[in-house]
């Protein structure tokens, strides 16, 4: 059985940090793209961070590049995202999701088959 579940999220302080896990089950993690996504209140599903299946090759939305970090730890079937210098505007549900196709790693939902029920991230002061 195909499992992703997120840890992490919760209220941080604007300029703070977390770190989200997608740990992932019933799959073999290296050969997938893992993808995060994230769905603020009365807002569409918009992609924030991928990771490749094959290189660990990374690519982020403008709105998160030089605060958000993605990496993946095949060994323990875990991808995270470090997000530093947090916003605001980065309140919102953080999906993590997963692509079998191998070449792929960005923002088209429509290319993930697996996606976990989510974490909320909120940053208020």
């Known amino acids: 059985q195909v499992q992703l579940v997120e840890s992490g999220g919760g209220l941080v302080q604007p300029g703070g940090s977390l770190r989200l896990s997608c740990a992932v089950s019933g799959f073999t993690l290296e050969y997938y793209a893992i993808g995060w996504f994230r769905q603020a209140p009365g807002k569409g599903r918009e992609g924030v961070s991928f990771i490749s299946s094959a290189d660990g090759s990374t690519q982020y939305a403008d709105s998160v590049k030089g605060r958000f970090t993605i990496s993946r730890d095949n060994a323990k079937n875990t991808v995270y995202l470090q997000m530093n210098s947090l916003k605001p505007e980065d309140t919102a549900v953080y999906y993590c999701?997963?692509?079998?196709?191998?070449?792929?790693?960005?923002?088209?939902?429509?290319?993930?088959?697996?996606w976990g029920q989510g974490t909320q991230v909120t940053v208020s002061s």
């Open positions: 999701a997963a692509d079998s196709g191998g070449t792929y790693y960005g923002p088209d939902m429509r290319e993930y088959e697996y």
